[in-house]
């Protein structure tokens, strides 16, 4: 399996603009996690997905993020609209079994907002 | 809420031991291990379950004692592929949430 898969790797943007964050989790796996990392407030969860459902998304900045996983492949993080504070390393993971299974880490998107 | 770690930074020469720390404010049922490189993701190094289980990989092994709320990483004759920084992870309710982090250096 190649792993968790997430594009793009790195995005430059300009403040105000609408971001979208790509990941495909491994097969198999039932719970996908996204994670914001920053030096100032370390690794942050935003949302977690089981079977395809936000089951926590207390972590979720503003409402101006979003998260979807339309299917059990594919999951997307969109803010919209991006703000320079937004700047981050974002990463997805996913794990066989909620968060008591080990959560494999995508290799993050690094986003810079201007 | 996130567990507490420490301490923040620890620099080790070759050989040298080191132990991180890890504790909660809350009850713990497990504590996940990972270690990130610079500009890489965290991997995983283990899972404790069970209080008072202790697991190893390589020379790196770990105790989780339930009862204090804390584990403890242990790193054995440091190799200088050990540097990085070092996360441990609890779940509360149903979220895996991790500590702020350890550095770990080490050096020749």
């Known amino acids: 399996d190649a792993g968790v898969i997430q594009s793009p790797r790195h995005e430059v943007t300009e403040m105000g603009q609408e971001v979208t964050l790509r990941c495909k989790p491994i097969?198999?796996?039932?719970?996908l996690f996204w994670y914001r990392q920053t030096m100032m407030r370390g690794l942050e969860l935003l949302i977690y997905?089981?079977?395809?459902?936000?089951?926590?998304d207390s972590g979720m900045p503003e409402d101006r993020f979003s998260a979807k996983m339309p299917n059990a492949s594919f999951s997307t993080l969109k803010i919209q609209p991006s703000e320079p504070r937004d700047s981050a390393v974002y990463f997805c993971?996913?794990?066989?079994?909620?968060?008591?299974?080990?959560?494999?880490f995508g290799q993050g998107t690094r986003l810079t907002v201007v | 809420q996130q567990p507490v770690q420490s301490p923040q930074a620890v620099i080790l020469r070759e050989g040298e031991d080191a132990v991180i720390n890890c504790s909660s404010s809350?009850?713990?049922?497990?504590v996940h291990w990972y270690r990130q490189k610079h500009g890489e993701a965290p991997v995983f190094l283990m899972i404790?379950?069970?209080?008072?289980e202790q697991k190893g990989h390589e020379k790196i092994s770990a105790s989780f004692n339930e009862k204090k709320q804390q584990s403890s990483l242990y790193l054995t004759a440091s190799q200088l592929s050990y540097s990085g920084t070092y996360f441990c992870?609890?779940?509360?309710?149903?979220?895996?949430?991790f500590g702020a982090g350890t550095i770990l250096r080490v050096k020749s």
């Open positions: 993971a996913s794990s066989l079994q909620g968060s008591y299974t080990e959560a494999f």
């Open positions: 097969s198999g796996h039932n719970s």
């Open positions: 997905f089981n079977n395809n459902v936000p089951i926590d």
């Open positions: 809350k009850a713990l049922y497990s």
């Open positions: 404790l379950l069970k209080g008072g």
């Open positions: 992870g609890t779940v509360y309710g149903n979220k895996l949430v």
